[in-house]
């Protein structure tokens, strides 16, 4: 039996492989799949990975934490060209030195990999976090500025995908065309809407609202772990040809949807815990509630966004006006001014000052982009997740459900029908024959709906699952709040310090009043209290 690793120090690669093959809350063990695909990405002989598995095998078909970090060690060995035969005795020459690294590439498709195999291992749990889904994908859309078309215009959308490092251009009806095939192909899962479409005076406000809706769409699309390996997500998201709408169609056209071609189907009904039905009620009221809890956070946030701007917008009307009185009123001569020169030094301080609410301006106005990228689209991509598990449970309940009652319902029917008819004698042989034969085929067409009845359930188990990977959201969203608060106030606050001098210096201390007015002050008690 092959010894445990008890020597050396372990560097911090080693930890993010072992991270990788067995996360937090997970099976311990390593998966003998995955430590050979491991092993692979190191591009050593064949011969060599048998010798490191005999090193490591402890003959139970998985290895411990400390099997994977041997083997980690003995492939970074083998790479430098050093023998491994006695491995044993070679790890402890490292005494308190730290292990060598061996070089294994990019490790994403290790995490995926990883994934895959704990899916396996346990289908009725979802086995991503909310980071490793953000890792799947991270796609940009972007405007065109230029509209096309010769007599009707249309917006296009340049389509930048992380994954597969392409960039395509798309019109909104390919995207229209593109989640009709979603729906088609994965009738039970949540898939996003799409913004409205607006015929005509489409303003800039809206088409860009609609850019960040799609993005939206094409991150919930991509981030999915059903959909994030189907081709049909990966030809949206590489093609380059023309005619997008027509061609993914006809590219796609018949394909069956995820029932049919599930592996889980068939072991569907094995897959439904007794109380679903409970717990998907409880799940729906929860998810109601958080979606309107949400909807109101992203109100205030609306509002927030709003203010900064509103701010930018005020700052840089007072910045105008102060350029407005420092360079447009006539010189006053001294029939108005008598012996006070005030205005002179207020219209030369002002143009200084017109600068300094022109910054005021432009930081307002950068601090509402940073609330509205880090708070309202954050917000709005969780309500948009929200959404399309609403939609889904619809779907659920007026589909498959539906669809189950009517068949039971026309299946009794039948055999009302074939009952009187084996009542009434001989003379109805035929008829009975006939119904036995449309019973039998009804029976099968009700055992299939029932199957996809227990499919469609523990989708929407694994969906509810989807939602409750992408809490973690919501932390990032008050990450966010406090970074872009603290950072813009702090901000704000530096930039009015350093426009306080300024202002100090309006009027030089010789030209100002002395402290205690005239009986014919303004402010004196005669005074209106308006002045006051």
Request: aromatic fraction near 8%; proline fraction near 5%.
């Amino acid at each position: 039996m092959a010894a445990e690793l008890s020597f050396g120090s372990v560097p911090a690669l080693y930890r993010e492989v072992y991270d990788i093959v067995c996360p937090s809350g997970q099976d311990s063990r390593v998966d003998r799949e995955m430590f050979v695909k491991l092993l692979m990405k190191s591009n050593l002989p064949k011969q060599t990975l048998s010798s490191i598995w005999d090193a490591v095998d402890n003959k139970s078909g998985f290895l411990t934490r400390n099997g994977l970090y041997k083997a980690l060690a003995l492939t970074a060995m083998a790479q430098q060209g050093k023998n491994i035969e006695d491995s044993d005795k070679i790890l402890e020459n490292f005494g308190d030195q730290e292990l060598p690294r061996p070089a294994l590439g990019d490790l994403s498709d290790l995490k995926t990999l990883s994934i895959k195999v704990r899916r396996e291992r346990n289908p009725c749990v979802l086995g991503f976090r909310f980071m490793e889904l953000i890792e799947l994908e991270a796609i940009e859309v972007d405007l065109i500025p230029e509209k096309k078309g010769l007599i009707l215009k249309h917006v296009e959308y340049e389509v930048l995908s992380r994954r597969y490092k392409s960039k395509v251009l798309r019109r909104y009806n390919d995207f229209v065309a593109f989640q009709e095939l979603l729906l088609v192909r994965f009738p039970y899962r949540m898939v996003p809407r799409l913004p409205p479409k607006k015929m005509i005076g489409a303003d800039r406000e809206f088409i860009e609202g609609r850019r960040k809706s799609l993005r939206r769409f094409l991150n919930l699309v991509a981030r999915h772990p059903s959909f994030s390996e189907e081709s049909l997500l990966k030809f949206f998201l590489t093609f380059g040809g023309a005619d997008m709408q027509h061609v993914i169609k006809v590219q796609f056209r018949g394909i069956p949807d995820e029932f049919v071609t599930s592996p889980l189907a068939v072991q569907a009904k094995d897959l439904v815990p007794m109380d679903t039905q409970v717990q998907f009620s409880n799940s729906r009221d929860f998810i109601r509630i958080l979606f309107n809890s949400i909807t109101h956070i992203k109100g205030v946030a609306d509002r927030m966004v709003a203010r900064s701007t509103g701010l930018a917008a005020d700052m840089l009307i007072f910045g105008k006006e102060l350029s407005v009185l420092a360079n447009d009123p006539p010189a006053l001569s001294s029939w108005a001014c008598g012996s006070i020169d005030t205005w002179s030094h207020l219209q030369n301080g002002f143009k200084s000052l017109s600068v300094e609410f022109g910054v005021l301006a432009d930081k307002s106005q950068k601090q509402a982009h940073v609330e509205d990228d880090c708070l309202v689209e954050q917000l709005q991509y969780f309500l948009d997740l929200l959404t399309s598990y609403k939609d889904l449970c619809d779907r659920h309940e007026k589909g498959v459900l539906s669809d189950h009652q009517r068949a039971l319902q026309k299946m009794g029917q039948m055999k009302k029908r074939k009952m009187s008819a084996t009542i009434q004698g001989k003379e109805q042989t035929a008829l009975v024959e006939q119904l036995e034969a449309r019973i039998i085929e009804q029976e099968s067409e009700i055992n299939n709906m029932e199957n996809r009845n227990y499919f469609s359930l523990h989708c929407v188990h694994m969906e509810t699952q989807l939602i409750h990977a992408n809490m973690e959201l919501l932390v990032k969203v008050m990450e966010g709040l406090l970074s872009t608060q603290v950072r813009g106030h702090q901000e704000l606050a530096q930039m009015w310090e350093n426009v306080a001098p300024k202002i100090k210096t309006l009027i030089p201390p010789s030209a100002k009043s002395p402290g205690t007015s005239p009986a014919t002050s303004p402010m004196s008690e005669t005074a209106p209290s308006s002045f006051r």
